[in-house]
C-alpha cells in the first residue's frame, strides 16, 4: 500500500511539473510577437485601458494551437483556421483578449474554470459549444461578473461583432450595461 500511495505520488508530481512546465512555455512562448498598433487599437476600443497591452503576444499557429486557438496568460496561441476573414480574425482576437483581460485582472484560475465548463459541454453534448452560449445566463439576469470564462469572451466578441456589422442595436445596447468595462451613463 505504502509503495501504491508513493507510486502514485510521484506520478501526480510529474504529471503536475508537465502541466506547470507547458503552462510556462505556453505563457513566454518564443515564436511570438507582440500587437501590432493596429491591433491594440482594436482592443483598445474594447477594453479601454483594462489590458495591459504591451505585454501580450500573438503566437500563430503555435503547438498551443494545432487543436483551437487559445490564450495562456499573455499569450494569444491563434490557430488561423479559425478565421477566414478580417471581421473574423478580429472578433476572435476579442474573444482571445478576454482571457488576458480575465488572466490580468484575476490570475490564471479561468484556465481550470474553463477546461472544466468544456470538459463538462463535451460530455453532456458531445461538442463544446454549450460552453460557450451566454445567452442564457444573460436572459436570466446573471451578472456578468458570475458567467464562465468562455461565456465572459464569447459575450464581449459578440458585442463587438454587432458594434462592427452595425445590427443588433438592442441587443448590442443590452450587452453595454451587461459588460462591466463597456457601461455608461445610459445604464443608470
Ligand atoms: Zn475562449
Known amino acids: 500500500m505504502l509503495r501504491f500511495i508513493k507510486h502514485t505520488g510521484i506520478v501526480v508530481g510529474a504529471l503536475s511539473v508537465l502541466v506547470f512546465f507547458c503552462i510556462y512555455i505556453g505563457a513566454r512562448y518564443p515564436a511570438s ?57 478580429k472578433t476572435l482576437l476579442i474573444h482571445e483578449l478576454g482571457h488576458v483581460w480575465q488572466y490580468q485582472n484575476g490570475g490564471w484560475g479561468y484556465i481550470p474554470k474553463s477546461l472544466v465548463v468544456q470538459f463538462v459541454a463535451f460530455s453532456q453534448t458531445g461538442s463544446t459549444s454549450a460552453a460557450y452560449n451566454w445567452e442564457e445566463d444573460f436572459l436570466k439576469g446573471t451578472p456578468w461578473e458570475k458567467l464562465n470564462p468562455e461565456q465572459q469572451a464569447e459575450s464581449i466578441a459578440e458585442y463587438f461583432y454587432y458594434r462592427e456589422i452595425g445590427g443588433g442595436q438592442e441587443l448590442k445596447r443590452q450587452l453595454e450595461c451587461f459588460i462591466p468595462f463597456l457601461r455608461n451613463n445610459s445604464c443608470e
Open 33 to 89: 510577437r507582440p500587437l501590432t498598433e493596429a491591433e491594440k487599437e482594436l482592443a483598445h476600443s474594447i477594453y479601454g485601458d483594462q489590458i495591459r497591452l504591451d505585454s501580450v503576444r500573438i503566437a500563430p499557429d503555435s503547438i498551443y494551437s494545432i487543436d483551437v486557438s487559445k490564450t495562456i496568460g499573455d499569450t494569444i496561441h491563434i490557430r488561423t483556421a479559425d478565421y477566414n476573414s478580417d471581421l473574423s480574425y
